[in-house]
């Protein structure tokens, strides 16, 4: 049996949508562990996407950095976003603007201008990843979170 990203990551999403988030974790984690899937930005948006998870405890999430023990996903949904982004780092993942539309519209949904903010600081310190015109229009649907996050761009990262 063989797996790659491309297949992990729709079977993940799926199983996301069904409401398993807690088998999608166990995925992922098979996935980069024992079958040594090269993780892609692809199979991180597809659980960034869907975050927060509701789950029943904190999950693993192995990372293939030797020497490290891996991270925890948390069961708190306002320590997952982190967690995920801290994986996808130390996995040397180098996400796409989707990702970061993907996350600016997880942040916009819950009206949370200060976690957009670091993480638009955090796309463009750690992966010089900048959000584009599509992920401005995302980000433009919450005039209060927008006002903030244009603020943080103009006087931080630009």
Same mark, same amino acid.
């Given at each position: 049996? =063989?797996?790659?990203?491309?297949?992990?990551?729709?079977?993940?999403?799926?199983?996301?949508?069904?409401?398993?988030? =807690?088998?999608?974790?166990? *995925?992922?984690?098979?996935?980069?562990?024992?079958?040594?899937?090269?993780? =892609?930005?692809?199979?991180?948006? !597809?659980?960034? +996407?869907?975050?927060?998870?509701?789950?029943?405890?904190?999950?693993?999430?192995? #990372? *293939?950095?030797?020497?490290?023990?891996?991270?925890?996903?948390?069961?708190?949904?306002? +320590?997952? *976003?982190?967690?995920?982004?801290?994986?996808?780092?130390?996995?040397?993942?180098?996400?796409?603007?989707?990702?970061?539309?993907?996350? +600016?519209?997880? #942040?916009?949904?819950?009206?949370? !201008?200060?976690?957009? #903010?670091?993480?638009?600081?955090?796309?463009?310190?750690?992966?010089?990843?900048?959000?584009?015109?599509?992920?401005?229009?995302?980000?433009?649907?919450?005039?209060?979170?927008?006002?903030?996050?244009?603020?943080?761009?103009?006087?931080?990262? =630009?």
């Amino acid at each position: 049996l =063989t797996l790659d990203a491309a297949s992990v990551a729709a079977v993940l999403r799926g199983l996301l949508h069904a409401g398993h988030p =807690t088998r999608a974790v166990e *995925l992922l984690a098979l996935a980069l562990g024992p079958f040594c899937v090269r993780p =892609t930005p692809a199979l991180f948006n !597809a659980l960034l +996407a869907r975050l927060p998870l509701h789950l029943p405890s904190a999950s693993p999430l192995p #990372c *293939l950095v030797p020497g490290h023990q891996g991270f925890v996903l948390p069961a708190d949904p306002h +320590a997952q *976003l982190p967690a995920v982004l801290r994986a996808m780092r130390m996995v040397r993942v180098v996400p796409d603007r989707r990702s970061l539309e993907i996350v +600016a519209r997880a #942040c916009c949904r819950v009206n949370n !201008a200060d976690a957009l #903010c670091e993480a638009l600081r955090f796309f463009a310190s750690e992966w010089r990843v900048l959000p584009d015109e599509r992920c401005w229009r995302v980000i433009g649907a919450w005039p209060e979170v927008h006002r903030a996050a244009r603020a943080v761009f103009e006087r931080e990262i =630009t």
